[in-house]
């Protein structure tokens, strides 16, 4: 199966699940966000363990485990019916995170547009995270050390995943503005992809 695909990039705290799920919310569109497959799994199943291990330390969870719940996940949305390959689109949230990952989804995704939410200042992000772990209890977020070596993981795995893709294809948006500022940014740079599909189909 072959996905049309835009990928939300950018370090975490960057605004890509807040982003994600308001182009969610567009007819045509479906927001993926792999941490979240993640998070919710059951935690004593096999992959749920494995997730806690990797994710609790701020590390990446073994490719083959990540591709194969997106792989698994797509597939069910598809065969539930509330996803059709031919005329949607997938948004994926947080994969690919490295370069071997970019290489195993390459089979499976056409990637029509990459948004990236870049974000200068690395101690705002932090901050952001914090206090997201108040509301969400998310483990990974509460921790100061955890959280700065997910931003060394993305510095050194993930960053280099832009060079995989057609530079012609990144759409770079500031994304320390205000949401609706930078939402209306990620309209933008989608609509021509949105009518280009429509017009395929
Ligand atoms: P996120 O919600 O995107 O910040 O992801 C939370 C955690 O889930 C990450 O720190 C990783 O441990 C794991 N994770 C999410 N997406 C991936 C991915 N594509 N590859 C490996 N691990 C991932």
């Given amino acids: 199966m072959n996905y049309q695909a835009i990928l939300l990039f950018g370090a975490p705290g960057s605004g890509k ?75 994926l949230d947080g994969a690919p995170r490295n370069v071997n990952q970019a290489r195993l989804l390459k089979e499976m995704i056409d990637v029509r547009k990459i948004i990236y939410l870049k974000a200068a200042n690395v101690d705002r992000m932090v901050e952001r995270l914090k206090n997201r772990a108040l509301s969400s209890g998310r483990v990974d977020d509460a921790d100061e050390q955890v959280i700065r070596h997910r931003m060394t993981v993305y510095a050194n795995e993930t960053a280099p995943v832009l060079a995989c893709y057609d530079k012609d294809l990144i759409c770079c948006i500031e994304a320390d503005q205000s949401i609706i500022r930078v939402f209306s940014e990620v309209v933008n740079a989608l609509v021509p992809v949105k009518e280009a599909l429509e017009q395929q189909s």
């Fill in 17 to 91: 699940g807040t982003q994600g799920q308001m182009v969610g919310r567009i007819p045509g569109f479906l927001h993926i966000s792999t941490g979240d497959l993640f998070r919710s799994l059951d935690k004593d199943s096999e992959t749920g363990r494995i997730f806690a291990q990797y994710a609790n330390k701020g590390l990446l969870v073994p490719d083959d485990v990540t591709v194969g719940l997106l792989k698994s996940h797509l597939e069910k949305t598809v065969c539930s019916g509330a996803f059709d390959p031919k005329k949607h689109i997938v948004i």
